[in-house]
């Protein structure tokens, strides 16, 4: 009777470790609520709501390209990486957009990999960062460009402290783009703004991004004062997100968080305002904003490589794109119009989620424990009925 009982166990604690990986690979795979799951079409630019990708060579296209700033150079090969949904080319390997493999750490001169991405460093430890301008809706196949809609671009930075300066947008050492150097600790805003008339329709677009500058070496205590977001109030139109909860310098968005938007017009928040969101790996999600102007979405969970493939930092990127128009008149330089279409977008960056890894490790916990009374329960069953050695005599007569 003990054996079969040992027996029952054995196969019991067996299945349910199988059973708890299974049920936890079948929720992971479920991903994020079914209104949120669905995956991105094949997207063709708008010409009037987000311009059409520019072509080889930067030759312009009838309408304006939407811009957007990131700090992934152009792929070393000279080509753009994959598209949408395709497998990373080499040159994404070697450190393309969106790839990890070749960035280089520390280095006085050399490229640096912070915490608010990669960096350059100048001397003294001076920061310095380059953002690259890129066009399209789609963050997989947007292309980096070598000019901007408009040919006097305007250009702001906000310091940490909030001060504000002019900056120049041009050819870099890696692509075009703005480069600028960044003494003070916490969290800059980057605007590029362009204006230009379509038909009776006045294009008012902001690219903008938020970086961040932190070294560990100066401390941690000061954080928290240099957490809360800053905005622009002159800019025509930005799109700006809000603090997870408890975030400071090295909180990473997850797999599964929710990340609130804002959009504000001329500093005031847009009721009804039209917010999509796209990551790198094509999922798509379309929002409006409520009566604050802000819309949240509970970022993907995408990431389910085998696990000897898995990363814990493996980042993936996505595009905010922020879209809606005012029925307003006037003149743009000598040209009348009678509304003004406004559109702006802010790129960040999504990690797994904790519970992606957390559950493998559950996963071959419950396994060794199985196997691990199992084995005991088949130690005991021989060792009980393992008898001592007795010797016996024999006295023959």
Same mark, same amino acid.
Not at 8 to 16: K, M, N, R, T
Not at 203 to 211: D, F, G, N, P, Q
Not at 331 to 353: F, R
């Given at each position: 009777?003990?054996?079969?009982?040992?027996?029952?166990?054995?196969?019991?604690?067996?299945?349910?470790?199988?059973?708890?990986?299974?049920?936890?690979?079948?929720?992971?795979?479920?991903?994020?609520?079914?209104?949120?799951?669905?995956?991105?079409?094949?997207?063709?630019?708008?010409?009037?709501?987000?311009?059409?990708?520019?072509?080889?060579?930067?030759?312009?296209?009838?309408?304006?390209?939407?811009?957007?700033?990131?700090?992934?150079?152009?792929?070393?090969?000279?080509?753009?990486?994959?598209?949408?949904?395709?497998?990373?080319?080499?040159?994404?390997?070697?450190?393309?957009?969106?790839?990890?493999?070749?960035?280089?750490?520390?280095?006085?001169?050399?490229?640096?990999?912070?915490?608010?991405?990669?960096?350059?460093?100048?001397?003294?430890?001076?920061?310095?960062?380059?953002?690259?301008?890129?066009?399209?809706?789609?963050?997989?196949?947007?292309?980096?460009?070598?000019?901007?809609?408009?040919?006097?671009?305007?250009?702001?930075?906000?310091?940490?402290?909030?001060?504000?300066?002019?900056?120049?947008?041009?050819?870099?050492?890696?692509?075009?783009?703005?480069?600028?150097?960044?003494?003070?600790?916490?969290? !800059?805003?980057?605007?590029?703004?362009?204006?230009?008339?379509?038909?009776?329709?006045?294009?008012?677009?902001?690219?903008?991004?938020?970086?961040?500058?932190?070294?560990?070496?100066?401390?941690?205590?000061?954080?928290?004062?240099?957490?809360?977001?800053?905005?622009?109030?002159?800019?025509?139109?930005?799109?700006?997100?809000?603090?997870?909860?408890?975030?400071?310098?090295?909180?990473?968005?997850?797999?599964?968080?929710?990340?609130?938007?804002?959009?504000?017009?001329?500093?005031?928040?847009?009721?009804?305002?039209?917010?999509?969101?796209?990551?790198?790996?094509?999922?798509?999600?379309?929002?409006?904003?409520?009566?604050?102007?802000?819309?949240? !979405?509970?970022?993907?969970?995408?990431?389910?490589?085998?696990?000897?493939?898995?990363?814990?930092?493996?980042?993936?990127?996505?595009?905010?794109?922020?879209?809606?128009?005012?029925?307003?008149?006037?003149?743009?330089?000598?040209?009348?119009?009678?509304?003004?279409?406004?559109?702006?977008?802010?790129?960040?960056? !999504?990690?797994?989620?904790?519970?992606?890894?957390?559950?493998?490790?559950?996963?071959?916990?419950?396994?060794?424990?199985?196997?691990?009374?199992?084995?005991?329960?088949?130690?005991?069953?021989?060792?009980?009925?393992?008898?001592?050695?007795?010797?016996?005599?024999?006295?023959?007569?």
């Amino acid at each position: 009777m003990r054996k079969q009982y040992i027996a029952l166990l054995s196969v019991f604690l067996l299945l349910s470790a199988g059973q708890s990986q299974a049920w936890d690979l079948s929720q992971r795979r479920g991903g994020p609520p079914a209104e949120l799951s669905k995956p991105a079409q094949a997207e063709e630019p708008s010409r009037h709501q987000h311009g059409a990708t520019r072509g080889e060579g930067g030759s312009r296209p009838a309408g304006p390209t939407l811009l957007w700033l990131s700090d992934s150079p152009p792929p070393m090969d000279g080509g753009e990486h994959g598209g949408h949904g395709g497998p990373p080319s080499e040159a994404m390997k070697r450190g393309a957009p969106g790839g990890e493999a070749g960035k280089k750490r520390g280095g006085r001169g050399g490229d640096h990999e912070g915490h608010g991405g990669p960096v350059e460093m100048g001397k003294g430890g001076l920061f310095i960062k380059t953002l690259f301008v890129r066009g399209g809706t789609q963050p997989m196949r947007s292309k980096h460009l070598q000019t901007t809609n408009t040919e006097t671009p305007q250009v702001k930075i906000q310091f940490p402290d909030g001060s504000v300066k002019d900056a120049d947008i041009g050819p870099t050492k890696k692509g075009y783009g703005i480069r600028f150097e960044m003494p003070q600790e916490g969290y !800059y805003n980057v605007y590029l703004t362009e204006r230009l008339i379509e038909g009776d329709t006045l294009h008012v677009m902001v690219a903008k991004a938020e970086v961040l500058k932190h070294n560990c070496g100066e401390g941690h205590g000061h954080v928290r004062g240099l957490m809360p977001v800053k905005t622009l109030p002159d800019e025509p139109v930005e799109l700006v997100r809000q603090r997870i909860p408890d975030e400071n310098f090295h909180t990473l968005i997850s797999g599964g968080d929710d990340v609130t938007y804002s959009v504000l017009y001329n500093g005031r928040p847009v009721k009804d305002a039209q917010v999509k969101l796209t990551t790198k790996k094509g999922w798509t999600n379309t929002q409006r904003c409520d009566e604050s102007g802000n819309v949240t !979405y509970e970022m993907i969970r995408d990431y389910y490589p085998e696990w000897e493939f898995f990363k814990r930092r493996e980042k993936s990127g996505y595009l905010a794109v922020a879209d809606f128009t005012v029925p307003e008149g006037g003149e743009y330089n000598g040209v009348a119009y009678s509304k003004v279409h406004y559109m702006a977008t802010l790129a960040g960056n !999504y990690y797994p989620s904790k519970q992606e890894y957390q559950s493998y490790a559950y996963g071959m916990g419950v396994t060794v424990f199985a196997f691990t009374v199992t084995g005991g329960a088949v130690w005991w069953q021989r060792a009980r009925r393992r008898k001592p050695f007795k010797e016996i005599t024999f006295k023959e007569e």
